[in-house]
């Protein structure tokens, strides 16, 4: 299967700036949709973002304004670009595509800690 390895993940404060990361054994992101998820403690994983092969975007509302999904195909490299951090975003963030999720595969993921 291909391997999936999120970084960037950091302890800041509400307000900053964190660039995660997810870097693909191979040349992957560029035929297949893209997904950022989340998970709190306690709480149900959440889809974040995504990015389809042609471009296309969305995000989940509480996000939406402030993180930018991006892809570098030639880098095999999805980005998940997060500004103005708010307490709630904190959580652990995963990268993942549909022959992974088919499988219910999850990396370790990056956390994210945003403090007050």
């Known amino acids: 299967q291909v391997q999936l390895v999120e970084s960037g993940g950091d302890l800041v404060q509400a307000g900053r700036s964190l660039r995660l990361s997810c870097v693909a054994s191979g040349s992957i992101f560029s035929s297949s949709i893209t997904y950022w998820y989340r998970q709190a403690p306690g709480k149900q994983r959440e889809l974040v973002a995504y990015i389809t092969s042609d471009g296309t975007t969305n995000y989940v509302d509480s996000v939406k304004g402030r993180f930018t999904i991006s892809r570098d195909n030639a880098k095999n490299t999805v980005y998940l670009q997060m500004n103005t951090l708010k307490p709630e975003d904190t959580a652990r963030y995963y990268c993942?595509?549909?022959?992974?999720?088919?499988?219910?595969?999850w990396g370790q993921g990056t956390q994210v800690t945003v403090s007050s």
């Open positions: 993942t595509i549909p022959r992974l999720l088919a499988v219910n595969y």
